[in-house]
């Protein structure tokens, strides 16, 4: 019994650690700078009589008792939440609304954590065919990746176990000429790189028997053409003839 109290404290405890670290790096709101954004008080019986404070990072940023002793009021809806009209990366951090009835009890707070993320710019996609290996390496670049979230996309269907920065496929896997793009994402904006069609020598032909086939294949042809232009150099080649030597040639091989 004392175990199981023991297991069930351990596993409360660890859920409550969890969720203060969830907490720690995870955001209610995200905006982007210059952006105008309210945060959601949202009081529907707000009278004039009614206290309104909004707190940002620990500082009182309004404050009305009767009248605005700090802040605009302009800055406040009619249900009292807090109109932030252009965002700076400094407009980021914990705010908390509070109203008060004339009382001094409380009335409604509401607290929440404000990201500002600059919107992701265009990746660009490049490739590089790496023989050792036998397969093509693909790099999503960006100038800043971290926080970013990759995705890939071949032809026209989601890669979905690909999730990082960089892709790597066989040649092997690769038989036809394919189209990839990449795409970054963070929680306010998404962008795709343009197509890229990945072309390695070896796409060709990578089996060692389809190489030789193609070489003798060609070799055989050219000592074919070879021989037509002898016969036509010596005058021996008439449109009759040319038939002809086509037909033996064909019936020999
Ligand atoms: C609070 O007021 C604003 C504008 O005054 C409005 O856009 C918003 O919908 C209101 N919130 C609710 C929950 O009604
Ligand atoms: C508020 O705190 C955040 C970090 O939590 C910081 O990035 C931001 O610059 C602070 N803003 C002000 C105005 O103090
Ligand atoms: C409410 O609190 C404020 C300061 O915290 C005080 O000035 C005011 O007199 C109080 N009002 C009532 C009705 O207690
Ligand atoms: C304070 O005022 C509110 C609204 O007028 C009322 O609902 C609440 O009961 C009051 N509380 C006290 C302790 O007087």
Redesign the pocket.
């Known amino acids: 019994m004392a175990y199981f109290t023991a297991m069930f404290g351990a596993a409360i405890l660890l859920g409550f650690i969890n969720l203060l670290m969830a907490k720690e790096d995870t955001c209610d709101l995200y905006a982007t700078p210059g952006q105008s954004l309210t945060l959601p008080l949202a009081y529907e019986r707000l009278t004039n009589s009614h206290i309104l404070r909004w707190v940002h990072n620990n500082t009182v940023i309004f404050y009305r008792q009767g009248k605005v002793s700090t802040g605009k009021p302009e800055d406040i809806t009619s249900n009292g939440s807090l109109v932030l009209k252009k965002i700076l990366f400094s407009s980021q951090g914990i705010y908390k609304g509070h109203v008060l ?5 409380s ?1 409604k707070t509401w607290t929440g954590r404000l990201c500002v993320l600059d919107k992701v710019s265009k990746p660009q996609l490049s490739y590089s065919c790496d023989f050792s290996s036998m397969a093509v390496n693909l790099n999503c670049h960006v100038t800043k990746p971290e926080g970013l979230v990759f995705s890939w996309t071949l032809d026209k269907e989601t890669l979905k176990s690909e999730t990082k920065q960089t892709l790597s496929i066989s040649f092997i896997d690769l038989k036809a000429e394919r189209s990839f793009t990449c795409d970054v994402a963070n929680k306010i904006s998404k962008a795709s790189s343009d197509k890229v069609r990945p072309t390695c020598p070896p796409l060709l032909s990578f089996k060692r028997q389809t190489v030789m086939a193609v070489l003798a294949g060609g070799g055989g042809l050219i000592l074919f053409l070879l021989f037509v232009i002898c016969l036509w150099k010596m005058s021996l080649l008439s449109l009759p003839t040319l038939v002809l030597t086509i037909w033996f040639c064909r019936s020999l091989s």
Do not use: I, L
Request: hydrophobic share 15%; glycine share 0%.
């Open positions: 009835h004339p009382n001094n009890t009335a």
